[in-house]
């Protein structure tokens, strides 16, 4: 539904297609969701707002995130790295189970009574309205795509859409040329081609709006 989802789902596939080629080293590609603390993390902003007296500015009401501590991130990287690649296949990505997702507002208001404000400045956050592209709840697997549990509880296996390096090549190489001459609808264009689910016509016009 973004460009930044579609390019994440480009680097999937880029490592799908490396993991197929064989050879000593092994590609293995590791979906979840926020990291608490990590750049660009909900916390820290709320946190920075806090002390500067701001407003907590939150999307939209009703909008989820999966949240997970650096450790558990970690360590989940880590045993997806070491299931074998006999049981889950040389393309296969791998899905961290985050739990419940948490609702955004709730952990604003949490925020605010943690840092001692009274329950009335409850109210003082700021719905900002969803981003274009921006989901109201995360969605870690494609509907389409099949999951399989692993040896390891937390972590389940994705066996999903996978290009030969031999065609995936030429579509690389035509996104960056387009990327490098900032050509927008033309990358957007060679990015929907290889991101079949992402609506990339109707972003570019999008893109081409707020680039302006």
């Not at 707002?49 to 970690?74: C, I, K, N, W």
């Not at 969605?139 to 390891?152: K, Q, V």
């Amino acid at each position: 539904s973004s460009l930044m989802g579609a390019s994440k789902r480009a680097a999937e596939i880029v490592c799908q297609s490396m993991a197929k080629l064989g050879g000593p080293t092994r590609f293995v590609t590791v979906r979840f969701g926020n990291v608490l603390g990590s750049t660009g993390s909900v916390i820290p902003l709320f946190e920075h707002q806090l002390a500067s007296g701001l407003p907590l500015t939150v999307t939209h009401p009703d909008v989820t995130r999966y949240f997970m501590t650096v450790r558990e991130a970690v360590e989940l990287v880590l045993l997806a790295s070491a299931i074998p690649v006999e049981e889950a296949g040389r393309d296969a990505i791998f899905i961290l189970d985050m739990g419940e997702p948490v609702r955004i507002q709730d952990l604003a208001r949490q925020m605010i009574r943690l840092a001692g404000r009274s329950r009335s400045e409850e109210s003082d956050i700021v719905f900002t309205g969803l981003r274009p592209g921006e989901k109201l709840a995360e969605e870690l697997a494609h509907a389409a795509e099949d999951l399989r549990p692993s040896r390891y509880d937390g972590i389940r296996i994705a066996n999903t859409h996978s290009l030969n390096y031999e065609i995936l090549r030429p579509r690389l190489e035509r996104i960056e040329r387009a990327a490098w001459e900032r050509r927008t609808p033309e990358t957007v264009a060679a990015l929907s081609e290889l991101v079949p689910d992402y609506k990339g016509a109707s972003a570019a016009g999008s893109v081409r709006r707020t680039a302006s």
